[in-house]
């Protein structure tokens, strides 16, 4: 890996972007090794969370314009731009540790995560309209389902940036931390994530995104018996261990099956 770094401890995988001197901007050898990352961790059996951030200031200012002119654009990985944003067949979460910047497909990056925590000073736009082009890299879709939908016109529309704290405000941040403190409060969210059972996360977050889809609620509490996410959990040692562990009086030894 060159313009990444991967550190995986306790279960939990964290992707650096490590292209500081541009600002983290993702180009087709970053976007390679991204799909890469992210593929080893959703087949890995022992991580269950992976956390993504940026080295120096920023957390990713984007596509790298001044590539993408040199070499050509070329097709994005096969669960789409930086290896994510289309990656919708891994029921583990992903956390985006927001650092500094996150514009344009930076900005996508950490919305196709399940949770956003964002150090103080960070900021988020989608720009692209400025350098004649659309967020076509989810951006458009994730944003308008996560804010109301006049906020985050406001944002696509206007192309400006908009602060942690205002992001938590609309909705799009989970949490929002001293920027000395923002690796030790994402640490915090993994371990809370971890106290519980592997099966049960992954169930949780297929069943709300198969959920997003139907209709109602109604409709989407029809439908969890017959997903196959249920079925996994239904059938999982977890979901026997954990009322045993509860009548034991003791802690749940969590298979992750």
């Known amino acids: 890996m060159n313009t990444i770094i991967v550190d995986v401890k306790q279960g939990v995988r964290t992707v650096t972007l490590n292209r500081p001197e541009v600002l983290n901007a993702i180009d087709a050898a970053m976007q390679g ?3 890469a990352a992210f593929s080893q961790f959703a087949a890995a059996a022992d ?3 992976c956390v993504i951030t940026g080295a120096g200031r920023a957390f990713c200012a984007g ?9 050509g ?11 994510l944003v289309e990656r919708f067949d891994c029921p583990k979460p992903f956390i985006a540790a927001v650092n500094g910047l996150a514009l344009g497909g930076g900005f996508e990056l950490a919305l196709a995560c399940d949770l956003i925590i964002a150090a103080e000073s960070a900021s988020f736009g989608l720009p692209e309209p400025l350098v ?4 076509l890299g989810g951006g458009l879709h994730r944003l308008a389902r996560a804010v109301p939908i006049k906020q985050a016109m406001g944002m696509i529309l206007s192309s ?11 909705g799009f941040v989970t949490d929002v931390a001293l920027n000395a403190e923002l690796t030790a409060r ?3 969210w993994c371990a809370d994530i971890a106290r519980a059972s592997p ?3 992954r169930a949780s977050k297929a069943l709300v995104q198969m959920g997003l889809g139907k209709a109602d609620v109604a409709a989407a509490m029809a439908a969890q018996p017959r997903d196959p996410a249920f079925t996994a959990w239904q059938n999982s040692a977890d979901a026997r261990e954990g009322p045993r562990a509860f009548a034991d009086k003791r802690t749940p030894e969590w298979k992750g099956r």
């Open 63 to 71: 596509s790298d314009l001044k590539s993408a002119v040199a070499e």
């Open 47 to 49: 991580e269950h969370v």
């Open 132 to 135: 004649g082009a659309v967020a």
């Open 160 to 170: 400006r940036r908009v602060s942690a704290a205002d992001g938590r405000r609309m």
């Open 33 to 35: 090794e991204l799909e």
């Open 73 to 83: 654009r070329r097709p994005y990985p096969a669960h789409g731009y930086a290896g």
């Open 199 to 201: 099966v049960s996360i």
């Open 186 to 188: 994402t640490a915090a």
